[in-house]
């Protein structure tokens, strides 16, 4: 029976395509801004994107501010950095010029500069009164889609966790999407926010609050990165691939910004914030655990992804089809030369409780299609290592 139920889809304007990221100048003049606070970091300054945005800003005569003081799985200080950074040059606008990590800042700044509070009081959903100054986005990785999504993940520093700062009070005002700015990444970055993107589709997918809209995203998605990362990794300069891939993150983040996400999130926000690894590679990581202990929960939806991945499942019985499905996930990552295991990564058996605790707490958990308790959590987390 087809779906008539009450489904809302949220989603800011984007403009895809090479040189996307010159229209920057064009559009902080429409927004009326006098001064822009522009949010990047070292790489991204030392690659010369952000050189490139903010000669835009001085052909449209716009005034400006640096911000560069941010790291990957960017910290609860440095957001509140940013925003005496943001007050004290008097500034009415904000550019995230980089990865998820730069927007994730430039949206922190903006929720703290628009609420006067520090950033930690915001976690959680629909926990942003009031909205943020115009916000443009030029992202410089495909995967992370915070410049579509209505998230923000910032690292408590204090508690070694990161929160999910869910509202649509932080979705950007626009975003530039320029797949040119993709190959200056190196291959271990083009692979983790790769399978990042793929997540965001594959929980985006099986999401409880999944609508027709984000599935026709999501499975595009899925079909995109599967068949176009590795070809990325190996030809990190054929920009056909890097658009592929690029379109494939685009449309999982719209997705995912409408659907929500799942365990997968709620454990990699753990895990990254207590070690402080790279948020794909964690996801990575995790995905085939996670996938497994949801299979019998949402069969049909799992099958549908093992059929995007062109597996062949004809003649297959359900415990067979999760084995495919579950292994084929494990080569894409393996392949994609993400091959550690949690324990190779720094992970310890006395850890496992404080993830799985911490893990539990995170809003995405709400949309898992499976209802996962602390000692599933914990099981999972052991699985991985």
């Given at each position: 029976?087809?779906?008539l139920?009450l489904?809302?889809?949220?989603?800011?304007?984007?403009i895809?395509?090479?040189?996307?990221?010159?229209?920057?100048?064009?559009?902080?003049r429409?927004?009326?801004?006098?001064?822009?606070?522009?949010?990047?970091?070292?790489?991204?300054?030392s690659?010369?994107?952000?050189?490139?945005?903010?000669?835009?800003l001085?052909?449209?005569?716009?005034?400006?501010?640096?911000?560069?003081?941010?790291?990957?799985?960017?910290?609860d200080?440095?957001?509140?950095?940013?925003?005496?950074?943001?007050?004290?040059?008097?500034?009415?606008?904000?550019?995230?010029?980089?990865?998820?990590?730069?927007?994730d800042?430039a949206?922190?700044?903006?929720?703290?500069?628009?609420?006067?509070?520090?950033?930690?009081?915001?976690?959680?959903?629909?926990?942003?009164p009031?909205?943020?100054?115009?916000?443009?986005?030029?992202?410089?990785?495909?995967?992370?889609?915070?410049d579509?999504?209505?998230?923000a993940?910032?690292n408590?520093?204090?508690?070694?966790?990161?929160?999910?700062i869910?509202?649509?009070?932080?979705?950007?005002?626009?975003?530039?999407?320029?797949?040119?700015?993709?190959?200056?990444?190196?291959?271990?970055?083009?692979?983790?926010?790769?399978?990042?993107?793929l997540?965001?589709?594959?929980?985006?997918?099986?999401s409880?609050?999944?609508?027709?809209?984000?599935?026709m995203?999501?499975?595009?998605?899925?079909?995109?990165?599967?068949?176009n990362?590795?070809?990325t990794?190996?030809?990190?300069?054929?920009?056909?691939?890097?658009?592929?891939?690029?379109?494939?993150?685009?449309?999982?983040g719209?997705a995912?910004?409408?659907?929500?996400?799942?365990?997968v999130?709620?454990?990699?926000?753990?895990?990254?914030?207590f070690?402080?690894?790279?948020?794909?590679?964690?996801?990575?990581?995790?995905l085939?655990?996670?996938?497994?202990?949801?299979y019998?929960?949402?069969?049909?939806?799992?099958?549908?992804?093992?059929?995007?991945?062109?597996?062949?499942l004809?003649?297959?019985?359900?415990?067979?089809?999760?084995k495919?499905?579950?292994?084929?996930?494990?080569?894409?990552?393996?392949?994609?030369?993400?091959?550690?295991?949690l324990k190779?990564?720094?992970?310890?058996?006395?850890?496992?409780n404080?993830?799985?605790?911490k893990?539990?707490?995170?809003?995405?958990n709400?949309?898992?299609?499976?209802?996962?308790?602390?000692?599933?959590l914990?099981?999972?987390?052991?699985e991985?290592?």
């Amino acid at each position: 029976m087809f779906d008539l139920s009450l489904r809302k889809f949220l989603a800011p304007e984007f403009i895809f395509g090479v040189d996307a990221r010159k229209l920057a100048g064009r559009y902080v003049r429409n927004f009326g801004a006098r001064k822009v606070l522009v949010v990047t970091d070292p790489g991204v300054l030392s690659a010369g994107w952000a050189a490139e945005v903010i000669r835009t800003l001085e052909e449209e005569k716009v005034s400006y501010e640096l911000f560069t003081g941010v790291s990957p799985n960017p910290r609860d200080y440095e957001v509140m950095t940013g925003a005496e950074a943001y007050r004290q040059g008097k500034c009415d606008s904000l550019v995230a010029v980089g990865g998820g990590s730069v927007v994730d800042c430039a949206k922190g700044i903006g929720i703290v500069c628009s609420n006067n509070k520090h950033i930690l009081s915001f976690e959680g959903v629909d926990k942003v009164p009031l909205p943020i100054p115009p916000l443009v986005c030029i992202p410089t990785t495909a995967g992370a889609s915070a410049d579509v999504s209505q998230f923000a993940i910032i690292n408590n520093t204090t508690d070694k966790v990161k929160i999910a700062i869910i509202s649509k009070s932080v979705v950007p005002d626009v975003s530039l999407v320029d797949p040119a700015t993709l190959v200056t990444m190196d291959s271990m970055l083009t692979a983790c926010t790769g399978i990042d993107a793929l997540v965001h589709a594959i929980e985006a997918f099986v999401s409880n609050a999944n609508s027709a809209f984000t599935d026709m995203y999501a499975q595009e998605a899925i079909r995109l990165i599967d068949q176009n990362l590795l070809h990325t990794i190996q030809q990190p300069d054929n920009l056909e691939y890097r658009g592929k891939v690029m379109m494939g993150s685009l449309n999982a983040g719209l997705a995912f910004s409408n659907a929500s996400l799942g365990c997968v999130h709620a454990m990699a926000h753990s895990l990254g914030g207590f070690l402080d690894l790279p948020h794909g590679e964690c996801n990575a990581m995790l995905l085939p655990h996670v996938v497994n202990f949801n299979y019998e929960a949402s069969s049909e939806k799992y099958d549908s992804i093992a059929l995007a991945l062109n597996l062949p499942l004809h003649g297959l019985t359900s415990s067979q089809r999760k084995k495919a499905l579950v292994e084929r996930l494990l080569s894409l990552k393996n392949a994609s030369g993400i091959n550690k295991t949690l324990k190779e990564r720094g992970v310890i058996i006395s850890d496992i409780n404080e993830l799985a605790r911490k893990a539990m707490k995170d809003p995405c958990n709400a949309t898992n299609p499976r209802r996962p308790s602390q000692s599933d959590l914990e099981v999972i987390f052991k699985e991985a290592m």
